[in-house]
């Protein structure tokens, strides 16, 4: 048999496959892949693909937290999802050293180089003390507030008053999917807006102008309200992993070096287990602890920073940005997005909204 009578036959088997395939999966409420001769689990992804995501919350829901892909014979593409906690925790914490980014990740981020979000080891840990001590010091924190605020007062908020002048099919593809929750539950931005006015002391007719650091944390409701949106759509939709060693998880899985390990944090934002029966909410009460203050989530729990040792640095200066343009525009701004609920996430490891934002933007003052 040569090449092409091969190929042919195995066009043959693939067609036939995903046929029956996709038959039965039509008439079944399972999410759980079917495992076929030769292709194995890879039509269950084929079909999936455009809703990757959900998908993949499906079937680690339905697993427990925990699944081991098949793909096809002879591809080398068996991986190994998980969204147990206790996992994530012993992944990037406990275990840490045993689960480097790996070479495979560096090829596919080669365009980072060198950077700390690609390297492992030493060269990581060099990085790490770097930027720490520059990210903590006084003259950074001032240097971030005045170039944050530049930027708002000359490219931000000229932007979004063009667009108000125009109050006809407005579009922005950059607001995030926090504007898209928001739009979703307008009770919860009144609440916002209402934290903004009482806690910066602005009245509802006055423009909001610079505030500092430290004012943004008293925009407590804001910042669960942040929280609840990266808990949902976290901003890097996975993470991955490959161990040296042989390794047993708390789980009770057994992984071999160069398994794929793969970590879906989107998921873990709606597990039940995870997060109760109301995981689907949009609730930023549940980052607000009894005393009015953050309630602390472990970062295996909600690892939209990562966790271990490689926890974002720029954790707090995130919030700090997210706080000071999101309150600027709630108060100045009525944010429309038009038909929220036709939005969806792209199918990348980076969280977007699929084909951007289409929203009106009015100006409040």
Same mark, same amino acid.
């Given at each position: 048999?040569?090449?092409?009578?091969?190929?042919?036959?195995?066009?043959?088997?693939?067609?036939?496959?995903?046929?029956?395939?996709?038959?039965?999966?039509?008439?079944?409420?399972?999410?759980?892949?079917?495992? /076929?001769?030769?292709?194995?689990?890879?039509?269950?992804?084929?079909?999936?693909?455009?809703?990757?995501?959900?998908?993949?919350?499906?079937?680690?829901?339905?697993?427990?937290?925990?699944?081991?892909?098949?793909?096809?014979?002879?591809?080398?593409?068996?991986?190994?999802?998980?969204?147990?906690?206790?996992?994530?925790?012993?992944?990037?914490?406990?275990?840490?050293?045993?689960?480097?980014?790996?070479?495979?990740?560096?090829?596919?981020?080669?365009?980072?180089?060198?950077?700390?979000?690609?390297?492992?080891?030493?060269? /990581?840990?060099?990085?790490?003390?770097?930027?720490?001590?520059?990210?903590?010091?006084?003259?950074?924190?001032?240097?971030?507030?005045?170039?944050? /605020?530049?930027?708002?007062?000359?490219?931000?908020?000229?932007?979004?008053?063009?667009?108000?002048?125009?109050?006809?099919?407005?579009?922005?593809?950059?607001?995030? /999917?926090?504007?898209?929750?928001?739009?979703?539950?307008?009770?919860?931005?009144?609440?916002?807006?209402?934290?903004?006015?009482?806690?910066?002391?602005?009245?509802?007719?006055?423009?909001?102008?610079?505030?500092?650091?430290?004012?943004?944390?008293?925009?407590?409701?804001?910042?669960?309200?942040?929280?609840?949106?990266?808990?949902?759509?976290?901003?890097?939709?996975?993470?991955?992993?490959?161990?040296?060693?042989?390794?047993?998880?708390?789980?009770?899985?057994?992984?071999?070096?160069?398994?794929?390990?793969?970590?879906?944090?989107?998921?873990?934002?709606?597990?039940?287990?995870?997060?109760?029966?109301?995981?689907?909410?949009?609730?930023?009460?549940?980052?607000?602890?009894?005393?009015?203050?953050?309630?602390?989530?472990?970062?295996?729990?909600?690892?939209?920073?990562?966790?271990?040792?490689?926890?974002?640095?720029?954790?707090?200066?995130?919030?700090?940005?997210?706080?000071?343009?999101?309150?600027?525009?709630?108060?100045?701004?009525?944010?429309?997005?038009?038909?929220?609920?036709?939005?969806?996430?792209?199918?990348?490891?980076?969280?977007?909204?699929?084909?951007?934002?289409?929203?009106?933007?009015?100006?409040?003052?």
């Amino acid at each position: 048999m040569d090449f092409l009578e091969c190929s042919l036959l195995f066009l043959l088997i693939f067609c036939f496959t995903y046929s029956i395939w996709f038959i039965i999966y039509r008439r079944t409420k399972t999410s759980a892949p079917t495992n /076929w001769p030769i292709l194995r689990e890879l039509p269950a992804v084929i079909g999936n693909i455009h809703r990757v995501h959900a998908y993949m919350t499906e079937v680690l829901i339905e697993y427990g937290g925990t699944y081991e892909f098949k793909g096809p014979i002879f591809t080398n593409i068996d991986m190994f999802f998980t969204c147990d906690p206790a996992n994530i925790h012993y992944i990037f914490s406990k275990n840490f050293l045993n689960y480097p980014k790996g070479p495979e990740f560096r090829k596919i981020f080669d365009i980072l180089g060198n950077g700390i979000f690609n390297v492992d080891h030493e060269l /990581w840990e060099l990085h790490r003390k770097t930027t720490m001590s520059i990210m903590s010091h006084a003259k950074f924190q001032i240097l971030l507030e005045r170039t944050l /605020w530049d930027i708002i007062e000359k490219g931000l908020k000229p932007i979004l008053d063009a667009f108000a002048k125009q109050g006809k099919d407005t579009t922005s593809a950059a607001l995030t /999917w926090f504007f898209v929750l928001l739009a979703k539950n307008p009770s919860i931005e009144k609440k916002i807006r209402e934290e903004i006015q009482q806690q910066l002391h602005v009245k509802e007719d006055e423009n909001l102008k610079f505030f500092t650091k430290e004012e943004t944390r008293k925009l407590i409701y804001l910042h669960g309200a942040l929280c609840e949106t990266l808990r949902l759509f976290p901003s890097v939709s996975l993470e991955h992993k490959v161990p040296l060693d042989h390794d047993i998880l708390p789980s009770g899985h057994r992984v071999s070096p160069k398994t794929r390990m793969i970590l879906p944090f989107y998921v873990m934002g709606r597990m039940e287990t995870l997060w109760g029966k109301d995981c689907l909410e949009f609730k930023p009460e549940r980052w607000i602890s009894e005393r009015g203050g953050i309630k602390h989530e472990p970062s295996f729990k909600f690892p939209a920073f990562n966790a271990g040792p490689r926890t974002c640095l720029g954790k707090e200066m995130a919030f700090v940005q997210m706080k000071i343009v999101a309150a600027t525009i709630i108060h100045n701004y009525n944010i429309q997005v038009v038909e929220p609920e036709n939005v969806y996430p792209t199918t990348s490891i980076i969280m977007q909204v699929k084909n951007g934002l289409m929203v009106k933007v009015v100006k409040k003052v």
